[in-house]
């Protein structure tokens, strides 16, 4: 099996439904919202159909393909971007999440490397993400990737009765 990186399809909405439900599930750290989690196959067919057409933000999946025949068996990490927290139209906040059997294995590069040759073509100038500031293995790629502390927020998410801060990561995408 080889795992490519590419934009997403209309024709993944259920595949991306599958693997965010997996990942609420698996991760320790929160991937998905509350509106993605109560979004269905149909309102991911539209809402893919309506990024695919706009050309605004962008969802890059990691697929693992049979390379004997071509055909994907399944979506095992994304990464979307979302509109910027300050209404800039120039930048885009970033959220990644990669199937835990599947860390370790180059995706996340692989799919910051995408985003990145996306987001110079599209004349996006700053991408940025939040990341709990004890998550060693999520900081590791942000930095190799060339993303930068700007801030700290105490407090700023509780899991299983535990307040964890964030840091706010950001860097510049050259032209």
Same mark, same amino acid.
């Given at each position: &099996?080889?795992?490519?990186?590419?934009?997403?399809?209309?024709?993944?909405?259920? +595949? @991306?439904?599958?693997?965010? +439900?997996?990942?609420?599930?698996?991760?320790? @750290?929160?991937?998905?919202?509350?509106?993605?989690?109560? &979004?269905?196959? +149909?309102?991911? =067919? #539209? $809402?893919?159909?309506?990024?695919?057409?706009?050309? *605004?933000?962008?969802?890059?999946?990691?697929? !693992?393909?049979? *390379?004997? $025949?071509?055909?994907? %068996?399944?979506?095992?990490?994304?990464?979307?971007? $979302?509109?910027?927290?300050?209404?800039?139209?120039?930048?885009?906040?970033?959220?990644?999440?990669? #199937?835990?059997?599947?860390?370790?294995?180059?995706?996340?590069? #692989?799919?910051?490397?995408?985003?990145?040759?996306? +987001? %110079?073509?599209?004349?996006?100038? =700053?991408?940025?993400?939040?990341? !709990?500031?004890?998550?060693?293995?999520?900081?590791?790629? @942000?930095?190799? &990737?060339?993303?930068?502390?700007?801030?700290?927020? #105490?407090?700023?998410?509780?899991?299983?009765? =535990?307040?964890?801060?964030? @840091?706010? &990561?950001?860097?510049?995408?050259?032209?």
């Amino acid at each position: &099996m080889a795992v490519h990186v590419r934009p997403i399809a209309v024709t993944d909405a259920q +595949a @991306y439904v599958d693997l965010l +439900a997996w990942l609420d599930g698996e991760s320790f @750290y929160p991937v998905v919202n509350l509106i993605e989690r109560s &979004m269905d196959a +149909a309102d991911w =067919r #539209r $809402t893919i159909g309506d990024l695919l057409e706009r050309r *605004e933000r962008i969802i890059l999946v990691a697929d !693992e393909t049979d *390379e004997a $025949t071509g055909i994907s %068996r399944k979506l095992v990490g994304f990464l979307s971007t $979302t509109p910027d927290w300050f209404g800039d139209d120039e930048g885009l906040r970033i959220v990644i999440g990669i #199937r835990e059997a599947f860390t370790g294995q180059g995706i996340g590069t #692989r799919l910051f490397t995408a985003l990145d040759a996306w +987001a %110079r073509g599209a004349g996006i100038r =700053r991408l940025h993400l939040t990341v !709990e500031t004890d998550n060693a293995r999520a900081l590791a790629l @942000y930095h190799k &990737m060339g993303f930068q502390v700007e801030g700290q927020v #105490r407090n700023a998410l509780q899991i299983q009765g =535990r307040w964890f801060d964030d @840091y706010i &990561m950001a860097k510049s995408v050259e032209p």
